[in-house]
């Protein structure tokens, strides 16, 4: 389901001359000619290099959140420049010009050249103009971060930090989303231990990385035998109480101390390669049924790998993410057959819950959740299978009790031709607050660009 042949702004920002219109750092050409974004990046500019004195358009951006304004030339549907601040744009007398405005927040409409709030704008200038954007935060929203890359994981560590792993390394960010430090070395998702130290999965290599700093402390071959379709939203490897990490690789659950030594493995199957870990280092392994292929079956080994009787028929439907709150309830997320539910479960289930929503697609969507230290989760779906378009996430802040006392709810827009929509890679639960980390972007044959984005809610 994941496209591999979406790698970030890199190869978009080819088609996009480099002079920033307000002064700011537009990045530096790399040794392949893309610009360099920079580890840790904030609003930048491009824009078309031209003469001072010719009719150009300039962009002003207004509000609390962020967002871009891609500048398009409708007969090539080329970019002519990414805005993600104001900027100023050279124009040629009587060309046609389409301005999108995207985001993962909300677009609260145009002003200038553009009015209304549709996020197409078209217009055909006969001289210098100026368009004006507004994105706002939506309600409980405290911050989005922009990426250049697919943020594929969220983990919050004991300092109340974030880490997030992306398709280009990894960054830690504080709890208002101000970088802290940036790892390039190491890229793929990643996941905190109880000391503040990080883990990072990509293809074949586990990583550890210090929390301090980011630096590389080592890095293990995992070899062959990666899970085929790994989830979106779930958790292919996970932290242990202990400073051990459990990692699913295939059909192989293999578990690392703290040095890089491998303690022991232990096949499992490897239908879906979904792992949690409760508070006492019992690792949980979850597949489908292998006589029903629905109903999820959780493998259970100790932390020293001593294998517990199975837990069978914990969800009623395809299991995809799983976590532990803080009474060790297992929360299990699962979809398919047009409905999507999360249990709140223990092999008693009391006082457990059950929470059930239809979906209009009728196999899986993807799905995640995540506890803090209060019992309350973030529990995440998408809108539909479907990638191309991105068609939206519905994210609900659960009390331990069950009862919803927040939804986020963000879809995809079609118009004039052009798609945008929002794509949720993972879930993560603070003190009070709870993260989405993904993509935005439109559909697979359109030029608007596709971002990683983080964004912070507190309910």
Sequence with gaps: MQRDHRTGLSSLFLAI???ACTGGDTGDLDAD??????????????????PVDAMRLGIRFAGDA????????????????VCEASCSVPLTPGESIELIAVTPSTFGGWGGICT????????????????????????AEEWTLLLPDRALSADFDPAGDLVVGTTGGVHKVSATGAPIWFQGAV?????VDPSGDVFAVAGQELSKLSGVDGAVLWTRDLGPGGCVEP???GHTFETAPGGDVAVQHGSTLRVFDGAGNERWSAPVPASRCVVAVNSEGVIHSGS??????????????????VRLPDSAEVTPQYQFAMAFDPDDFLLASSAGHSHVDLLRWSPEYEPGYHQSFDNADADFVDNGVAADATGHAIWAFASSENDDPLEGVVA?????GGTIQSTVIKSSFDENDWTFGVQAYDVAAGDGTFVIAGEFGGAFDDPIPVRGWVQAYRP
């Design 17 to 19: 001359a480099l002079q």
């Design 66 to 81: 962020s967002g871009q304004v891609v500048v398009i030339s409708p007969p090539s549907h080329t970019p002519i420049a």
């Design 288 to 305: 489908e049924d292998p006589e029903s292929f629905e109903p999820t079956i959780l493998t259970r080994f100790t932390a020293d790998g």
């Design 116 to 139: 209304g709030s549709s996020p197409v704008c078209s217009f055909t200038p006969s001289g210098s103009v100026v368009a004006r954007s507004t994105f706002t935060r939506a309600p």
């Design 187 to 191: 890229a793929g998702r990643a996941r």
């Design 33 to 50: 000619g893309d610009v360099d974004v920079g580890p840790t990046p904030a609003s930048r500019s491009a824009a078309l290099a031209g």
């Design 231 to 233: 989830p979106r939203m």
């Design 396 to 400: 609900h802040w659960i009390d331990p």
